[in-house]
């Protein structure tokens, strides 16, 4: 009985002290969770892929020779892209913020290992590069600003909960802290940018000649 209780005890200090000092590993989790995403393509492909038509021939032709409206797209991803950091920040703010980042880090990580074996699936290497060229060049910013928000929403979680960040007695905190989330915020209005107007050019070029 001692036994039990003292490793009960022990995991109650280890749990507490990853809560208060350790930070989300957002890589480990990240790649984990790309690689579960590759394997569910690939074990439901018949399910995911020949019944949905998902990224099938007639969907790039018809991509291919679209009529594409850049402004509408711009409003389109600028809606959806600051809707998710805010809902995100929100949420980073209650007792569930941890486990709300974490999550996210599950839900993109799937998504793009599912992404990139559909695309190999049905394309061998030349689906690698068309993966490449659907999401070339709003990436290169929305990878860093993805993880700087993370960052964000863990640190803000750990000075409510864990009182890691005295908010009263520095009050250069909080100034701080908005002014990175609004550096962000613009970050998220350039890749939205380059989303809309520099990526549709290169993807519908590779389109043509695949």
């Not at 070339?136 to 860093?144: A, S």
């Not at 979680?157 to 989330?181: C, M, S, W």
Request: proline letters at 3%; a positive charge.
């Amino acid at each position: 009985m001692g036994a039990v209780k003292r490793g009960f005890d022990m995991r109650l200090r280890i749990g507490k002290t990853w809560k208060q000092g350790a930070r989300l590993p957002v890589a480990p989790i990240f790649c984990v969770s790309l690689i579960a995403g590759i394997l569910a393509m690939n074990i439901g492909k018949n399910i995911l892929l020949e019944n949905t038509g998902l990224f099938d021939e007639s969907t790039l032709y018809a991509m291919k020779y679209m009529a594409l409206d850049s402004d509408a797209l711009f409003s389109y991803v600028l809606r959806e892209r600051l809707l998710g950091i805010l809902i995100l920040t929100v949420l980073s703010t209650t007792y569930l913020g941890l486990a709300v980042c974490a999550g996210t880090v599950i839900w993109y990580g799937m998504a793009a290992g599912g992404f990139l074996a559909a695309l190999m699936i049905r394309y061998g290497i030349k689906g690698f590069f068309l993966a490449i060229a659907a999401v070339f060049p709003h990436y290169l910013v929305y990878v860093p600003m993805f993880v700087a928000l993370l960052a964000w929403c863990e640190t803000i979680y750990r000075g409510i909960y864990h009182q890691a960040i005295n908010f009263r007695e520095d009050k250069t905190v909080l100034p701080k802290k908005l002014a990175r989330l609004a550096c962000i915020f613009l970050a998220a209005v350039g890749a939205c940018i380059l989303e809309a107007y520099v990526n549709p050019p290169i993807l519908l070029s590779y389109l043509r000649v695949f």
